[in-house]
């Protein structure tokens, strides 16, 4: 299942336990919230136990979002059923890198699944999926995403290891 929201590409596979996100460039870090939690609930609802977030476009992330993610989303989310968790982010964004980190260290108590950094999305595809390939169907999905337009907006190889 494909959401394709004004800011963000979600994907679902149920089959797969696998949910996959893309930021879309040109969108402020105001539609963050509002994507981690469509991320969150569709955590919940699937039942997934692995996931990819794509943050190559994303902007800087604010003070502000990095208390919410800190206090509200990530124990949320570390309380699901997770296994797996592939960060996907730009070289060139070590700003981003950093704060990432820092909210992970933060909640490294919370942490009972693998979490590793990609700066491509087809390594951490890789890693994510293992010995069985992204079904082609699935990837075709997300390949046709691409050419959508997005909704309206009123419609809707760093491995870190705690211990």
Wanted: charged share 15%.
């Amino acid at each position: 299942m494909l959401y394709n929201l004004d800011y963000m590409i979600i994907q679902c596979a149920d089959e797969q336990q696998l949910l996959r996100t893309q930021w879309r460039s040109g969108h402020s870090i105001q539609h963050f919230k509002q994507g981690l939690s469509r991320i969150l609930e569709l955590t919940e609802q699937h039942a997934v136990t692995r996931v990819v977030l794509d943050l190559h476009d994303l902007p800087d992330i604010c003070i502000m979002e990095q208390a919410w993610i800190s206090l509200t989303w990530f124990p949320k989310m570390a309380g699901q059923p997770l296994q797996q968790v592939a960060l996907v982010m730009p070289p060139r964004s070590l700003y981003n890198q950093m704060v990432v980190e820092s909210i992970l260290w933060m909640g490294q108590a919370l942490i009972h699944f693998d979490i590793q950094f990609f700066s491509e999305v087809e390594d951490a595809l890789e890693w994510i999926t293992g010995d069985s390939p992204l079904p082609s169907v699935l990837q075709q999905e997300w390949n046709c995403s691409s050419a959508l337009p997005s909704a309206a907006p009123d419609k809707h190889y760093v491995s870190v290891t705690y211990s």
